[in-house]
Nanobody, 124 residues
Framework: QVQLVDSGGGLVQTGGSLTLSCAAS????????MGWFRQAPGKEREFVAA????????YYADSVKGRFTIARDNAKNTIALQMHSLKPEDTAVYYC?????????????????WGQGTQVTVSS
């Protein structure tokens, strides 16, 4: 059983930056593709970014491509999401997620393991 604890959210102005972090425990971290989903009030959950178990492949939603960067450290069992040029439409609760299949994260926006979520608010 994998436990995920995500953190790093906050309030930022349009154009600002934030870095979200996620620490994993339990299970074998290298067995899992990791990623981030987000959900804004009144909207469906959406895929944001994912990274393969090796860290060699990364995937992004079109809405964040070029602004967000996902990375993982398999030695520390952590992942991070660097977010730049933030926009009000990026406002949402962000969830760290993990699954054995990266395709499930990015295509289905589904995952076996979830963090508790961290709020990101971008003011205009």
């Amino acid at each position: 059983q994998v436990q995920l604890v995500d953190s790093g959210g906050g309030l930022v102005q349009t154009g600002g930056s934030l870095t979200l972090s996620c620490a994993a425990s339990g299970g074998t971290f290298r067995d899992y593709a990791m990623g981030w989903f987000r959900q804004a009030p009144g909207k469906e959950r959406e895929f944001v970014a994912a990274i393969s178990w090796s860290g060699l492949s990364a995937y992004y939603a079109d809405s964040v491509k070029g602004r967000f960067t996902i990375a993982r450290d398999n030695a520390k069992n952590t992942i991070a999401l660097q977010m730049h040029s933030l926009k009000p439409e990026d406002t949402a609760v962000y969830y760290c997620v993990g699954d054995r299949a990266a395709s499930r994260l990015r295509v289905e926006a589904a995952a076996d393991y979830w963090g508790q979520g961290t709020q990101v608010t971008v003011s205009s």
